[in-house]
């Protein structure tokens, strides 16, 4: 969100520079970057309350003193008659409409209003919305305009399930899908609630009488929607994060006063329903847990004064949570508010003894675990946690990034069925996946588990060697037996039936509980030495790879392992992987035939053939001066 300096400071007695502004926004928590006088913010989700010029105030008030002198239109107003009915008040307790006629639309924007558009560079739409826009930036309340001749019926606000189309006031038609909370006019949908307007209701440039809405959305109803429909909506933005339950009839009574700054107003009329009353969250007052949290010692008038600059009340031992602060719950939340005036930089680091625990932990088990399988030639994968519904003790996700991964997985091995039939159809023979990772279940019995997987087919090994061993059970059980010798582990043939591949290999795979190793798996001595650093990350190329083949003919068996060395340390960036495709023996006339396959591929531009000819004429001029070895064809 950006802010403007200028609007900020004009309430500001001190009247700080745009620097010591700055240094108080960081230290209260708030991220930003300055861009000439203005501020563009990044808010934490919960921090809602801040996404106005208002609630930034709120906040600066802890090191200015604030004068906010936003006038309300405050006489008495004749109370509006609309035909309007809340079928969902769950969804919305609190809404008020103001019913507005103007004698003339001005043609020029003056004070804020006109500094609003000029200092952030916006475009202009029409007065009203111009007027609510504005509004939004300065109290966080976001309204919606009406055009007032087009409200001739009932006017009802509810939660609909059904597939309607809907032109919104952007001139861009959706498809309501599911449950959408509404404003319906003649059964038809005339504004996405909290999201955005309907073209047919909206103001114009000509509009002199308008209907204005004001309400407070449950965020729950509202969080979502802009991404499903694909709408970039500030409105959204700010009801998913929470408004301030309490300000609709202010924030209307400030929409008379803005509007009345500009031109004659001829009528005017408001009206307000409460169909829930709001009730004041309440948390003890206790200054010994805060400063068990902060681990500092503060006396209690301290810690509530520091309170009561934030706006929060202090009565009969209770604090009670302004309407503006919906994510304050807890004590922690409160000591995370006292923390934040202190400034977390002057708050002393105090010294933590912590026992020496000789007991070996889950990830000392795991790491093992892990060097173990590495050393057997096994490549560790780590699959997304979100899936397709996959069984009926799946666990939905309420509020999903994917439609099409809705649900936590109940098991590991179908992602790594995915994972081999991915690296199968681009060529490779010898498939050996694992992945430790949770899985989650409905059975509250067994809500997370930590599992290990693992998949095989194809050949045992890369060598010539191994070409002829195909993995199989009695290949994987050997390996594990090694670290638990008396453990009958549960090996599965993996159907292909199902599976898009016209490869025939064997799939064999194991899911088990991680705890089954316990220490066990501890006193393994690795083969190779670990890595420095366990976890490393190389990006993968998006450029095409290409692939060259090399069919030697070797007369001198013993000949075969100097080729096999000299390829395997071959030096060329662009060769990105190298294994033998082909490997056969004849014993009759003493001659072995193996094809050796090159995958080219570069990280910055797509390789040229010459490119690829230039390494693989390197590589063939220095296989062919081993003796006994040809290339048939050269």
Do not use: W
């Amino acid at each position: 969100m950006k802010i403007s300096y200028d609007h900020l400071v004009q309430y500001i007695q001190e009247n700080p520079t745009i620097e010591q502004v700055s240094d108080s926004l960081f230290q209260l928590g708030h991220e930003h970057e300055i861009e000439g006088n203005i501020f563009d913010m990044e808010f934490t989700p919960n921090r809602g309350d801040c996404l106005s010029i208002n609630g930034l105030l709120r906040d600066l008030a802890v090191f200015y003193k604030i004068e906010i002198n936003q006038e309300i239109y405050s006489e008495k107003l004749d109370e509006l008659k609309i035909d309007f009915e809340n079928l969902s008040k769950n969804i919305c307790p609190q809404i008020s409409f103001l019913k507005l006629e103007i004698d003339q639309v001005p043609d020029l924007y003056k004070n804020s209003l006109g500094d609003y558009f000029s200092d952030l560079s916006l475009n202009k739409n029409n007065f009203f919305t111009d007027v609510s826009n504005y509004l939004s930036y300065e109290t966080g309340q976001p309204t919606h305009c009406y055009d007032a001749n087009t409200i001739n019926n009932k006017l009802i606000f509810h939660e609909i399930e059904s597939d309607e189309e809907f032109e919104t006031l952007l001139d861009r038609k959706i498809y309501l899908k599911g449950k959408n909370a509404v404003f319906s006019l003649n059964n038809k949908v005339i504004n996405l609630a909290g999201v955005v307007g309907g073209k047919s209701t909206s103001c114009s440039t000509n509009t002199k009488t308008v209907i204005v809405e004001c309400a407070f959305f449950q965020p729950e109803a509202i969080i979502g929607k802009s991404v499903k429909y694909d709408i970039q909506s500030e409105a959204s933005h700010k009801f998913e994060r929470g408004v301030d339950r309490e300000c609709q009839d202010k924030v209307l009574r400030r929409f008379i006063k803005v509007v009345a700054e500009h031109t004659s107003i001829k009528n005017m009329s408001i009206v307000s329903y409460e169909y829930e009353e709001n009730k004041i969250h309440q948390i003890p007052v206790n200054i010994h847990k805060i400063n068990q949290i902060i681990g500092i010692d503060l006396s209690e008038n301290e810690y509530l004064n520091h309170l009561k600059k934030l706006g929060f009340v202090i009565q009969d031992g209770v604090i009670k949570v302004p309407a503006f602060r919906s994510d304050i719950k807890t004590q922690n939340d409160l000591a995370e508010e006292v923390t934040r005036v202190i400034g977390y930089d002057n708050i002393l680091r105090a010294d933590i003894n912590i026992p020496k625990n000789e007991k070996h932990n889950d990830k000392d088990i795991e790491n093992k675990l892990r060097y173990f399988l590495l050393d057997h030639g096994f490549y560790e994968v780590i699959n997304s946690p979100f899936v397709p519904l996959s069984s009926d003790e799946a666990i939905k996700v309420d509020n999903p990034l994917d439609s099409n991964r809705e649900f936590l997985r109940t098991n590991l091995i179908n992602s790594l069925v995915d994972n081999l039939l991915y690296n199968e159809r681009r060529q490779k023979d010898s498939i050996k996946l694992f992945e430790i990772s949770d899985i989650y279940t409905s059975n509250k019995a067994h809500h997370k588990k930590r599992k290990l997987s693992i998949i095989a087919s194809g050949r045992v090994g890369l060598n010539y060697q191994d070409f002829s061993k195909k993995i199989n059970k009695k290949y994987l059980e050997n390996i594990f037996q090694e670290i638990l010798p008396n453990k009958n582990f549960n090996f599965k043939i993996l159907s292909r039936d199902s599976l898009d591949t016209k490869i025939k290999n064997e799939i064999v795979s194991l899911e088990v509980d991680i705890d089954i190793f316990s220490n066990d798996i501890l006193s393994y001595k690795e083969k190779s030495k670990p890595p420095e650093h366990f976890h490393k990350y190389s990006p993968v190329s998006e450029l095409p790879s290409s692939f060259k083949d090399i069919s030697y003919s070797i007369k001198d068996y013993t000949k075969i392992k100097d080729l096999q060395d000299l390829l395997l340390n071959f030096k060329s960036d662009l060769i990105k992987d190298m294994f033998i495709f082909d490997y056969f023996k004849n014993e009759k006339l003493e001659e072995i035939k193996i094809g050796f396959r090159f995958i080219f591929q570069s990280k910055e531009q797509t390789l040229t053939s010459s490119q690829i000819e230039l390494i693989y004429n390197d590589i063939v001029n220095q296989s062919l001066k081993i003796d006994g070895i040809s290339i048939p064809g050269i």
